[in-house]
């Protein structure tokens, strides 16, 4: 008998489904719950209905939006901020969650913390109440962002209704050249298909320059799905995540790690399965890139000018870039490498795992930076590691700060902001209006780059400066 064939993302899906109701949706089984601060309002919920989370061994606390990156000796000083952190804590110990809190020794970012400790895994279904659920995908999971209503349906009940989403095959073919990273790749992915390009789908990312990378540098690819309107983002499973899982703390250990491993390597994509839309690019075409707007898919290489709205033949588009142009206080034809930029922020979700510190650390080696800057440790994991590389001090000799793990600068909530009219070099996911603080500009780029841009004071192609790798150890 031959079976029809299938996508991971199918097979996934498949594996999951507990009931379908007349109008399509699905009732999907929970295999990871994941919470952070935002989950007060779900968990007032369920407290309402006086109901209990049904299953508090697949549900995990993280502390991550609203802890300090400074010193974690004091009390947090903002009664408002310390609430929010302590509320999950009372949430997660009055229904018997484990809480990974702010002196917890793997605190981190959810989406760093998760995949590290081995709780992220090939084949299973998370959600999470933050659209980056999609990092997770990295592993062959199906991962999403939901809203605090569906968050209270899967602390109550351990599933979740959902309507199948459409998929689309994202193939990059060939190699990445010297200093293209994976943050590079997703910002070229997002300029090609549009910041909704991908809309009500799951995005399979194939080909040779995805197998070849890390697992940071596929967390970095599967993170920014969201942007460009995914559903979620998904790798398949391969010898990469086999080996990076294996001895994690909630990884299964022994022979059942090998018997695990066997039902992941039947996940990948079948040959002939379809997908619903397929969309391809060249590695060779991707150069380092950078934001001049207020969309990620306003990423461009950084060798490129500030681009003109009169050269646009969209009236619509020709206003919508006026205005990201007035927003960011640039002018067209500028070459985008004689943008000053008054500050660096080296963090988040997308880019403070090992491998991303470590590349910002090697163009600061034997460098200062000419403005102020600021480095988050995606989770306390990371910071030891990085610390016993020494990669703090090339950071803190550079003149940068080394704060504790965090979503920080990223988002701003914990205090961390970037002042108004200030133009930051960023390594997080998003650049709109404010999302570093009110009228604060981002411009999204890699972590070398973002190093680069510290070195010089201006955004600035890293190729150009003479960097060499740092051992590992
Ligand atoms: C605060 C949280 C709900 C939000 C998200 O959903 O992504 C944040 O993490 C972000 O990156 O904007
Ligand atoms: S690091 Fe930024 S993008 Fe990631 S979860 Fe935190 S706020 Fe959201």
Known sequence: ????????????????????????????????????????????????????????????????????????SKPIADPEIANMVTMLEANAGRHGLRH?????????????????QGLTLPGLTIVCGDSHTST?????????????????????????????????RITVHGM???????????????????????????????????????????????????????????????????????GRP???????????????????????AGFDREVTLDAADIAPAVTWGTSPETAVPVTAGVPDPAAEGDPVRARQMRKMLDYMGLTPGTPLEEVPIDRVFIGSCTNARLEDLRAAAAVLRGRRAVVPGLVVPGSVPVRRQAEAEGLDRLFIDAGLEWGEPGCSMCVGINGDLVPAGERCASTTNRNFPG???????????????????????????????????????
């Open 1 to 72: 008998m031959t079976s029809q064939p299938r996508s991971l993302f199918e097979k996934v899906w498949d594996a999951h489904v507990v009931a379908t109701r007349p109008d399509g949706q699905a009732l999907l089984a929970i295999d990871r719950h994941f919470l952070h601060e935002g989950s007060f309002h779900a968990f007032g919920m369920i407290d309402h209905a006086g109901r209990r989370v049904r299953r508090p061994e697949l549900t995990f606390a993280v502390a991550d939006h609203y802890v300090p990156s400074h010193s974690r």
């Open 100 to 116: 990974f809190g702010l002196h917890d020794p793997a605190q981190g970012i959810v989406h760093v913390l998760a995949p590290e």
């Open 136 to 168: 997770h995908g990295a592993f062959g999971a199906l991962a999403f962002g939901i809203g605090a209503t569906e968050v209270s349906h899967v602390l109550a009940t351990q599933t979740l209704w959902q309507r199948r989403p459409r998929t689309m």
């Open 176 to 246: 990445l050249g010297p200093h293209v990273t994976a943050k590079d790749l997703i910002l070229a992915v997002i300029a090609a298909i549009g910041a909704d390009g991908a809309a009500g789908h799951v995005i399979e990312y194939a080909g040779s320059a995805i197998s070849a990378l890390s697992m940071e540098g596929r967390l970095t690819v599967c993170n920014m799905s969201i942007e460009a309107g995914a559903r979620a983002g998904m790798i398949a499973p391969d010898d990469t995540t086999f080996s990076w899982i294996e």
């Open 250 to 272: 909630f990884a299964p250990k022994g022979e059942l790690f090998d018997r695990a491993v066997g039902q992941w390597r039947i996940l990948p994509s079948d040959p002939d």
């Open 435 to 473: 999302r570093q603080g009110p009228n604060a500009r981002t411009h999204l780029m890699s972590p070398a780059m973002a190093a680069a841009a510290a070195v010089t004071g201006r955004l600035t192609d890293v190729r150009k400066l003479d960097v060499r790798k740092l051992g590992a150890s």
